[in-house]
């Protein structure tokens, strides 16, 4: 299950999981962008009476390439592709994309999915464009196929290695049986 960000609470409880995973791997917490549409991944209460518990992130965020807080282009210059240059209006930066490692590989991925087609069917972007850890990568590459491509060189970190990626969105949302099928599974 996930929802929107949209109150105070849920911001809080998406800072403290996504920080947690900066301090844990090292990494640098970019600011919390205004313009952009953060999700929470949640872990059902067991009870009624028991909040759902936030075990992952993810941040769509309108992409800008003179935009000086961008987390994908200052680290990797996606700008200088034509089509990323002619489409720009219709990119979305992903950031922000973490889930707890204990509930990785429990069946939890099928939710990023799901985000990802509420997004794209709400604001209809023509690309994703994202530094995505080489293990999600090679998960959303074997999901997605030719349509999830790493456009650079890795950039290597002191505990992993982010890969620059183009999601061709828009072309997945056009093929309605593969999106039933990817949905479905």
């Known amino acids: 299950m996930y929802g929107l960000v949209k109150t105070k609470r849920q911001q809080k409880n998406f800072e ?3 920080e947690f ?3 844990q791997f090292g990494w640098q917490n970019d600011p919390y962008a205004e313009n952009g549409c953060r999700y929470n991944l949640y872990l ?3 009870c009624f009476y028991r909040r759902n518990k936030v075990i992952g992130t993810i941040e769509f965020i ?3 390439p003179k935009n000086p807080n961008s987390t994908v282009e200052k680290r990797f210059s996606f700008s200088k592709f034509d089509e990323i240059r002619l489409y ?3 990119i979305w930066e992903i950031d922000k994309l973490c889930i707890h490692k204990d509930y990785q590989r429990k069946g939890h991925f099928h ?4 985000i990802l087609y509420d997004h794209a069917l709400e604001y209809k972007p023509k690309f994703y464009v994202a530094l995505i850890e080489k293990k999600l ?3 959303l590459r074997i999901s997605f196929g030719q349509r999830v491509r790493q456009s650079g060189d890795a950039l290597v970190g002191p505990t992993t290695e982010l890969i620059p990626t183009v999601i061709e969105i828009s072309e997945m949302m056009n093929d309605k049986e593969y999106v039933k099928k990817v949905l479905e599974n």
């Not at 939710?111 to 799901?114: A, G, N, P």
Request: charged share 25%; hydrophobic share 30%.
């Open 16 to 18: 403290i999981t996504w």
């Open 111 to 114: 939710d990023f999915l799901q």
């Open 21 to 23: 995973f900066c301090d």
């Open 62 to 64: 309108p992409y800008d």
């Open 137 to 139: 990568y090679r998960m």
């Open 44 to 46: 059902l209460g067991k």
């Open 88 to 90: 720009h209006n219709r």
